[in-house]
């Protein structure tokens, strides 16, 4: 990885947490109050979510430059999202191991090949949780039996690259994790850092 740009460096004081209570927990998320003070120096408040796992998400590539997404229906904002695979990697666990286990109970499939390509922050103004991407391709059929959690169902089909890239362009596909990672497949292909053949089938 090349060195950070002399303007990414960090400036002025940081935030100093004062004290914190747990107001409320579930076995994936914590809410918690703290008092603070500000970069300003200033006395304040925050409320924290904090996550129990990393945010995973995959795009798999099939050879013929189609990709899996999957349609379900969300519980905080009330809607219906088609979405890559994703879901959540305890922080203790090898996330290549949770990618994995995410592509094959939501698609069935596994993957001969993987390359993590993105780790970004979801919401870092309220909430400590951070994700990994991996693009997967040298896809097959999972070995065993996998199967969803019992609140999920799912849809899959199975579109063109260039057809989703083009749906979260315009809005259609509003899942961030999606719309990065799709934007982040197509500059890969773009810049020869995936295969020949399989960058030829995206872009065509």
Do not use: C
């Not at 960090?10 to 076995?27: A, D, T």
């Not at 090898?94 to 993590?116: H, M, N, S, V, Y």
Request: aromatic content about 6%; charged content about 25%.
């Amino acid at each position: 990885m090349s060195d950070k740009p002399a303007w990414l460096r960090p400036h002025g004081q940081p935030w100093k947490r004062v004290s914190q209570r747990l107001v409320y927990e579930n076995p994936w998320i914590s809410v918690s109050h703290h008092e603070a003070v500000a970069p300003t120096g200033r006395p304040a408040q925050y409320g924290v979510v904090s996550f129990k796992n990393l945010a995973m998400a995959v795009l798999p590539l099939h050879d013929d430059g189609t990709v899996i997404m999957v349609g379900q229906n969300r519980f905080a904002l009330s809607d219906y999202s088609w979405e890559i695979p994703e879901g959540g990697s305890p922080l203790d666990e090898d996330p290549l191991i949770g990618a994995q286990r995410e592509l094959a109970e939501e698609t069935g499939l596994k993957a001969a090949e993987w390359r993590k390509v993105l780790e970004v922050q979801l919401s870092n103004s309220v909430t400590d949780e951070r994700a990994m991407g991996y693009v997967a391709f040298g896809l097959s059929a999972a070995d065993g039996d996998h199967h969803v959690d019992d609140t999920e169902e799912i849809v899959m089909q199975r579109v063109p690259f260039r057809e989703a890239l083009d749906a979260a362009l315009a809005g259609h596909l509003q899942d961030v994790l999606t719309v990065a990672m799709l934007l982040r497949a197509y500059h890969m292909a773009r810049e020869g850092d995936l295969p020949d053949a399989l960058a030829r089938a995206m872009l065509g």
